[in-house]
């Protein structure tokens, strides 16, 4: 589907990010805003009750971290802080969906100063294993991991040790020493991406002021992604833009915003080009089409090859590991991968649909968990034939295959249905051609579409169709 349009600046931002995450040098710092679309509250909403106590207004209240303060001096203790903290963040929570878009992308370092658990959550159920740093003594000891997560302000499950008042501010670099020095390193050799963060934390300010020492105009660019103030509030755009020309001092962009929904549709930019030569072979086969009387083996024949020319082609492989389909192709792709000695965990990505004796309604709930991380994972979805056999031992289109292109559609991935393997494919195939300016918007593709719906091609031709489509969606991407 056509996505809205980006600003030059939106695109800028989008390329360069997606060009750090595939050289390995990007990093996310995650701010409060991140997590309020869960149900969590910002520094404001998390000392309101704090504020009215001792006869004051939070919304009057420039400086929140003297605000804590103030409520440890009057109280001798911080207890009612870390109250506070336990009934504002120790609940549950499900991950957004701007959670699990950073999850599916080749992150592997984050920091944030929020202290709820929705990152971890997210990059786990995203198959990922994360190495939580929360104190000084989770230093000392390492782990095979996909990404490590620095939480420098703390955790729920310890409100104690939350950074929060002046006191703790004073002392965070006597403190927190290798939170304070690994941030430096990775602001001079990463380039971040700032979500959901306001630049007012003491500690940032302290440390990006270091590193601009350190390194002057030399400095890593970042980025910061910034809602401005609505067309009314004129005092409010005249000091954003003072506020962003400041941020330049420390290298960062901001990259602009009219609402908060716009973030989503960058991160969805981001991971379809970092993803665009990932390739999410969608299918099941019991027969090879529902017009003839092809062979089984057929069908395996055009999975395997099609595995090994996206490999061949340097294109990498997404696969659920479908029957008929999906595990064909991953054989193609294995066997291509070993006569070039290349890395399969970097080529091919294998989540098989989990099975387990459960009730139907949850195996459905799993299954479609599934498919929406599997298809985030790729840049382009094909389609191959998409049939079962039900109770009554009859061949029927797959509802599966359906609803995975129902959810590519969402993600607004380029589909590519071969529609004479029949079944759920020849009726995605009808879809498109119906509207190729809303599945293909700017390409001539109408060539390519219509070979797929030849009987006489050969496996072989089905295969260098799809793979020129492939080729064609990633150079789209690129452009």
């Not at 054989?331 to 970097?346: C, P, Q």
């Not at 589909?415 to 009808?430: Q, R």
């Amino acid at each position: 589907m056509q996505p809205e349009p980006f600003t030059p600046q939106q695109q800028v931002f989008i390329r360069s990010y997606a060009k750090h995450l595939e050289a390995g040098n990007a990093a996310v710092f995650a701010g409060a805003g991140l997590s309020r679309a869960a149900g969590f509250v910002d520094w404001k909403d998390l000392l309101k009750d704090v504020a009215r106590d001792l006869g004051l207004d939070v919304n009057r209240e420039l400086d929140l971290v003297a605000l804590a303060q103030f409520n440890v001096n009057y109280r001798q203790n911080r207890s009612q802080l870390n109250e506070a903290i336990i009934d504002n963040f120790f609940k549950q929570a499900k991950p957004t969906s701007n959670h699990y878009l950073l999850a599916r992308m080749p992150i592997q370092t984050i920091w944030t100063t929020n202290y709820d658990q929705l990152i971890e959550r997210a990059f786990e159920e995203a198959g990922k294993v994360v190495d939580v740093k929360l104190t000084t003594e989770d230093f000392g000891w390492q782990r095979a991991r996909d990404v490590i997560l620095y939480k420098m302000h703390g955790d729920v499950r310890q409100p104690q040790l939350a950074v929060l008042t002046k006191d703790d501010y004073e002392s965070y670099e006597k403190d927190h020493p290798l939170f304070v020095e690994n941030l430096k390193l990775d602001l001079v050799t990463k380039t971040f991406l700032f979500l959901g963060f306001s630049f007012t934390d003491p500690n940032m300010e302290y440390i990006l002021g270091r590193v601009r020492m350190l390194l002057g105009k030399n400095a890593h660019q970042h980025f910061a992604i910034m809602k401005d103030p609505d067309s009314s509030d004129t005092y409010g755009r005249q000091r954003l833009e003072f506020w962003k020309a400041d941020l330049r001092r420390f290298g960062v962009e901001t990259v602009a915003i009219k609402e908060y929904s716009e973030v989503e549709k960058l991160l969805a930019a981001v991971s379809m080009t970092v993803n665009r030569r990932n390739v999410f072979v969608a299918g099941s086969s019991r027969e090879f089409a529902a017009d003839t009387a092809a062979p089984r083996s057929d069908s395996e024949k055009l999975g395997r090859l099609l595995g090994q020319r996206l490999i061949e082609t340097e294109s990498n492989l997404v696969s659920g590991f479908g029957v008929g389909i999906g595990e064909q192709c991953v054989l193609g792709a294995l066997r291509a991968l070993y006569s070039i000695n290349d890395d399969a965990r970097k080529r091919v990505i294998v989540r098989p649909f989990p099975t387990a004796l459960v009730e139907e309604q949850e195996q459905r709930a799993r299954n479609t968990r599934t498919r929406w991380d599997l298809i985030s994972r790729a840049g382009t979805v094909v389609f191959i034939a998409g049939n079962k056999i039900d109770s009554e031992n009859k061949l029927r289109v797959s509802q599966g295959v359906l609803e995975e292109f129902g959810i590519a559609k969402e993600l607004q991935r380029f589909i590519i249905p071969v529609a004479v393997t029949g079944y759920a494919a020849a009726e995605i195939w009808k879809e498109v051609t119906q509207n190729p300016d809303l599945f293909y918007p700017g390409m001539d593709v109408k060539d390519h579409l219509q070979r797929l719906a030849d009987p006489a091609l050969s496996v072989a031709d089905l295969a260098e169709t799809v793979l020129q489509m492939v080729q064609m969606a990633a150079q789209a991407r690129e452009s």
